[in-house]
């Protein structure tokens, strides 16, 4: 079973609709969590951290169960330019940190 | 102010060859972190660094693969004696310390294919 897991879609979804992704993690010594967004044939960049308490940034909102080991990120009101792979970022500290990406989601955004 | 910087962003290589990939991170950053992607796959975790030294060798493939960093700046990934299957995207992160919490900003990356 791999560290970190998400579903790879893709997700095919109209512009205006609620999308939400979950990733799953297995060493209970993942300490940070990341949700970054990779475009086609581009590098990762950070789109939000996932705090306990949940966090919101405009249309995205991210949350963290740590009693079920994972993570969600919740996008509203979707935009064509959303279309993107989501990567489920965790870093675990076991003796030193170790970065830990999911394989991303595909989501694609229609008109 | 200038992001993260790769070199070079193709090779083409013959396998069995010896190829070095460069990466300049952010000034004053002192966490290095490099990953590979291959095509339509996620990141895979290869080494990182915190200053000049680098805790965590495990996530290199083989000892093929090396890397180093001098001045707690550039860093240099070498991989010896290419196969196919190294073909990928070879990224570098840099972040301003190691430790969760910390946003790694990625390079452009370096398109590696062995022949």
């Known amino acids: 079973r791999k560290e970190v897991e998400q579903d790879p879609g893709p997700f095919n979804v109209p512009e205006g609709a609620t999308v939400a992704f979950n990733c799953t993690y297995s060493n209970s010594a993942s300490q940070s969590f990341f949700w970054y967004r990779q475009d086609c044939r581009k590098e990762p960049k950070l789109l939000m951290s996932v705090y306990s308490s949940g966090n919101e940034d405009g249309r995205f909102t991210a949350q963290l169960n740590r009693a079920s080991q994972y993570i969600s990120l919740l996008i509203r009101d979707s935009k064509l330019s959303d279309s993107a792979t989501y990567l489920c970022?965790?870093?675990?500290?076991?003796?030193?940190?170790?970065?830990?990406f999911g394989a991303g989601t595909r989501l694609f955004v229609k008109a | 102010g200038a992001g993260v910087s790769q070199s070079p962003s193709n090779k083409v290589t013959e396998k069995g060859k010896d190829v070095e990939l460069r990466c300049d991170p952010i000034s004053g950053h002192t966490a290095l972190y490099w990953y590979r992607q291959s095509l339509g796959q996620g990141l895979e975790f290869l080494i990182y660094?915190?200053?000049?030294?680098?805790?965590?060798k495990s996530g290199l493939p083989s000892d093929r693969f090396s890397a180093e960093r001098t001045g707690g700046s550039v860093s240099t990934l070498t991989i010896q004696r290419t196969q196919q299957e190294d073909s990928a995207v070879y990224l570098c992160?840099?972040?301003?310390?190691?430790?969760?919490?910390?946003?790694?900003?990625f390079g452009p990356g370096t398109r590696l294919t062995v022949t």
């Open positions: 992160a840099s972040s301003p310390r190691t430790g969760g919490g910390y946003e790694q900003y």
């Open positions: 660094f915190q200053g000049n030294s680098a805790p965590d």
């Open positions: 970022v965790v870093i675990k500290n076991t003796g030193g940190f170790k970065t830990i």
